[in-house]
């Protein structure tokens, strides 16, 4: 596991200078968080005002609200789906020694909308099921929910690349995915993991940072330093969010590209890649 791990750290590292050589990517995971905050606003605030969450109880669904969720889900999982698609194709490119823009990887997701909205149904499908499940279930169920959401996560990681490399469907993407899975597990396991952890760290160091800078603002009475080491704790996390985002498409594609090619894409070592997906035996 431990060899497993600094395999996987080190293919993040040269995710991460991919990313440095195109530091535009950043642009999809921005737009997708901030086209996902337009469309909560969407749902939510006409519900509001209309009463729909006035009488909500777990024990009495009103169809309404479940239509209006049902609905919530598929378009916020389109839009992700869609700026991440759009992510993964520029990023393709550069792997395969390209120079990407932002043109390029809204190019590739609109050729690919049929299947990214196909693939946003079966996902907010499964989304609402499992959240509906959690809701219902009791400690040990919750626990065991968030089991299968998890290996769901894990299993569709690649259906992305998929889509963008291959001329097929939304299930088909999800077969092929669960299919590379068997030559990836550990990278996906491993390296999504290690993202999360790497992050999830220094998102603790932010918040720790930034509630320090804000008692020390709030013992000075000041107003405008309470404000800033707010704002710029926010910011923090907000850039270490799209820089996240961006990682993890980007280590999807790696893994993809040498799983399904057995190419190494620039940036990355070929003795590295060819050890880090050695097939499962």
């Known amino acids: 596991m431990f060899e497993k791990f600094r395999q996987s750290w080190a293919l993040m590292k040269a995710s991460a200078g991919v990313l440095s050589a195109d ?28 009463g729909l969450f006035e009488h909500f109880s777990r024990d009495h669904i009103d169809p309404v609200l479940a239509l209006l969720g049902f609905l919530f889900y598929l378009v916020q999982y389109f839009v992700i789906i869609f700026f991440n698609t759009a992510l993964v194709g520029a990023a393709m490119i550069r792997l395969r020694g390209g120079d990407p823009t932002v043109a390029d990887g809204f190019r590739i997701a609109m050729a690919k909308l049929p299947a990214i909205l196909g693939y946003a149904l079966i996902s907010a499908t499964v989304g609402l099921l499992l959240r509906a499940l959690q809701e219902r279930a009791g400690f040990i169920g919750r626990w065991v929910v968030g089991l299968i959401g998890a290996a ?129 035996a």
């Open 23 to 50: 530091k535009e990517l950043l642009v999809f995971p921005a737009l997708s968080a901030l086209c996902c905050v337009i469309v909560a606003a969407t749902f939510f605030v006409p519900a509001a005002f209309a």
């Open 152 to 280: 769901w996560a894990v299993a569709t990681f690649l259906v992305v690349p998929v889509l963008v490399n291959d001329d097929v469907g939304p299930v088909d993407a999800v077969k092929r995915s669960v299919g590379l899975l068997k030559k990836t597990w550990g990278e996906n396991l491993v390296g999504n993991a290690g993202i999360g952890v790497v992050f999830g760290l220094l998102a603790v160091a932010v918040i720790l940072t930034g509630a320090v800078l804000i008692g020390v603002a709030a013992s000075l009475h000041s107003t405008p330093l309470i404000v800033t080491a707010i704002a710029l704790t926010v910011a923090g996390l907000v850039v270490m969010s799209l820089i996240q985002a961006a990682l993890t498409g980007i280590y999807a594609a790696a893994i993809y590209r040498y799983a399904e090619d057995g190419e190494v894409g620039a940036g990355f070592d070929r003795a590295l890649v060819a050890n880090a997906f050695r097939v499962k």
